[in-house]
């Protein structure tokens, strides 16, 4: 069976998140789009844009884990998004494990920390979600061994 294109991931991916917004009430598929443009300017593969179309897909339950498995997606994609996929309780210094521990998928966590500390984005938030969020993102940038 052929692996789905990317502009069929891209549609997928929207149409799951198609009812949610961000904390700033963008509809959701902006920073999806901006994590999988983020990805390409960063050198990344078709399998690793297509995974940032897909990496907060089953943590944000818009696909479940099932489907994902099933897909006709490359491995690679699926083990990328899986290892995204942070889990209850689960600890950051575990998530960043995992990431570390998954071929392809720390430039895709780095595309959407990137997006997600923008500071344009970042302003329209309360600050105490603000001063949350980007300690945060910096706490997970340094396990990850990111710069900056």
């Known amino acids: ?17 198609a009812a949610q917004t961000d904390k700033a009430g963008r509809p959701y598929a902006e920073h999806l789009a ?8 960063r050198g990344g593969s078709d399998e690793q844009i297509a ?16 489907w994902l498995e099933a897909a006709a997606l490359p491995q690679s994609v699926k083990d990328m998004v899986l290892a995204l996929t942070k889990r209850k309780g689960e600890e950051l210094e575990d998530y960043a494990r995992r990431i570390l521990a998954t071929p392809g998928a ?8 990137a997006h997600n500390a923008d500071p344009a984005r970042l302003a329209v938030l309360d600050e105490a979600t603000r001063t949350r969020l980007t300690a945060k993102y910096a706490k ?6 990111l710069s900056g």
């Open 1 to 17: 069976m052929p692996y789905l294109t990317l502009p069929e991931v891209e549609a997928i991916a929207r149409e799951a998140h």
């Open 34 to 41: 901006a994590v999988a443009e983020g990805v390409r300017a």
């Open 51 to 66: 995974a940032g179309w897909l990496h907060d897909s089953v943590e944000d339950d818009a696909l479940s884990r099932e």
């Open 106 to 113: 720390l430039l895709v966590k780095e595309a959407d920390l």
């Open 140 to 145: 997970v940038r340094g396990l990850l061994g």
